[in-house]
Antibody, heavy 124, light 107 residues
Framework: EVHLVESGGGLVQPGGSLRLSCAAS????????MHWVRQAPGKGLEWVSR????????NYADSVRGRFAISRDNAKSTLYLETNSLRVDDTAVYYC?????????????????WGQGTAVTVSS | DIQMTQSPSSLSASVGDRVIITCQAS??????LNWYQQKPGKAPKLLIY???NLQTGVPSRFSGSGSGTHFTFTISSLQPEDIATYYC?????????FGQGTKMEIK
């Protein structure tokens, strides 16, 4: 069974940083693209970033580009999101999600498994 | 960015009712459209992918249709456990974008 467990969230002051982690199990992590999706309190879903299976391709939402960095360690089956220069409007639950895409390229995508999320609160 | 407009934003229906949610894309997205269910306090769950394909393990009362810019999501007979917020999501172009959600309630 696929299992995704996020960690690393917490309370941070504006301008601060956090490193989010997502430990994966139950599937061949190194084969699949992975995503981060966030949800501000009481709001809808916002796609944040994705990375292909071998880490050679990354994409970001405009709202986080240049501040956030996605990475992965396939040997540890773990996905990361380094969040820097955090702003109040980055406050959200951050979910990691497994993509339906495997391999180097992605044509038909869906977030087919999700973790339980980790909460990030940016406040002074 | 592609804007996804869902309607209605909230929906109250009785057990056994047929309910329909629509999702309109701001440009042609072919069939690159997925539907998710999110129950309160839980992570979203994939129900329908590529506009009309039922994800493994999802009850057959859920279905999706459409292509291009207009899509529909149907629950053929609403059940109490279907209380949730439903989201459409396009993956034709980056950034992937979601509809604003449809909150389903039982009358």
């Amino acid at each position: 069974e696929v299992h995704l467990v996020e960690s690393g969230g917490g309370l941070v002051q504006p301008g601060g940083s956090l490193r989010l982690s997502c430990a994966a199990s139950g599937f061949s992590f190194s084969r699949y693209w992975m995503h981060w999706v966030r949800q501000a309190p009481g709001k809808g879903l916002e796609w944040v970033s994705r990375m292909n299976n071998d880490g050679s391709t990354t994409n970001y939402a405009d709202s986080v580009r240049g501040r956030f960095a996605i990475s992965r360690d396939n040997a540890k089956s773990t996905l990361y999101l380094e969040t820097n220069s955090l702003r109040v409007d980055d406050t959200a639950v951050y979910y990691c999600a497994k993509s339906a895409c495997s391999g180097v390229n992605c044509y038909l995508d869906a977030f087919d498994k999700w973790g339980q999320g980790t909460a990030v609160t940016v406040s002074s | 960015d592609i804007q996804m407009t869902q309607s209605p934003s909230s929906l109250s229906a009785s057990v056994g009712d047929r309910v329909i949610i629509t999702c309109q894309a701001s440009q042609d997205i072919r069939d690159c459209l997925n539907w998710y269910q999110q129950k309160p306090g839980k992570a979203p769950k994939l129900l329908i992918y590529d506009a009309s394909n039922l994800q493994t393990g999802v009850p057959s009362r859920f279905s999706g249709s459409g292509s291009g810019t207009h899509f529909t999501f149907t629950i053929s007979s609403l059940q109490p456990e279907d209380i949730a917020t439903y989201y459409c999501q396009q993956y034709d172009n980056l950034p992937y974008t979601f509809g604003q959600g449809t909150k389903m309630e039982i009358k």
